[in-house]
């Protein structure tokens, strides 16, 4: 009688799990719909990986560049047109904003939690690897605003790449740059940060079967 009556019960339950409130349970063929799944941890550490990466180089090479360029020693690269000089810069690029350090320390650091926040949400692995260059060019940035001379938060980089005289940079620019050339041609081509990929066997599978279920083959 116990055995019976778990049987009854069972069968009860899972009556009333296909039919509630007077729905009907999905049949046999219906296909299931899966949700799309959240931001991968293994992307975010992909993104942290590739800034940790830069942030290191980045700031070995200005360590090297303040200690080998000073008494503005200057080191050819490429002739005239690339050579190591050693430059603090207190404002942005080109040297705007000499005078308000501070707003760039401000921005710098929203700019790596916003860049941070973004890579978490990325399910692209393109993407991730474009968002780890900014973060990790960012954060080298915000490190020098902190903790370089003359006072915290008021910090100068450290430049010393001169570009023919155009323009003096570090390692960080070049990866800010690589970064934000690599997202311009993943948005070119459609390649969306937060989009699921979908395998090449479920868009052909989608493509030989009608809204019928049945194949066209």
Request: aromatic share 12%.
């Amino acid at each position: 009688m116990a055995a019976a009556d778990g049987a009854v019960a069972g069968g009860a339950a899972a009556g009333g799990a296909a039919v509630a409130d007077g729905g009907v349970g999905p049949a046999a063929g219906d296909a299931l719909v899966t949700p799309a799944p959240g931001p991968t941890r293994r992307l975010f550490w992909s993104a942290l990986g590739v800034a940790l990466g830069l942030l290191v180089v980045d700031q070995g090479t200005k360590w090297w560049a303040v200690d080998a360029l000073a008494d503005s020693k200057s080191i050819p690269v490429f002739g005239d047109f690339i050579r190591f000089w050693l430059v603090y810069n207190p404002g942005a690029a080109f040297s705007m904003g000499t005078g308000v350090t501070w707003i760039f320390t401000v921005f710098a650091g929203i700019a790596v939690v916003a860049i941070a926040w973004y890579a978490w949400r990325v399910r692209s692995t393109p993407w991730s690897y474009a968002l780890g260059l900014l973060l990790g060019g960012a954060t080298s940035h915000f490190g020098d605003r902190l903790f370089r001379e003359p006072a915290f938060g008021r910090g100068h980089v450290v430049d010393f790449i001169d570009y023919s005289g155009f323009f003096v940079g570090n390692v960080a620019d070049i990866g800010i740059f690589a970064g934000a050339v690599s997202i311009v041609v993943l948005s070119f081509r459609g390649i969306e940060a937060t989009q699921v990929p979908v395998p090449a066997e479920a868009g052909s599978d989608a493509g030989e079967t009608g809204s019928d279920g049945k194949s066209r083959d």
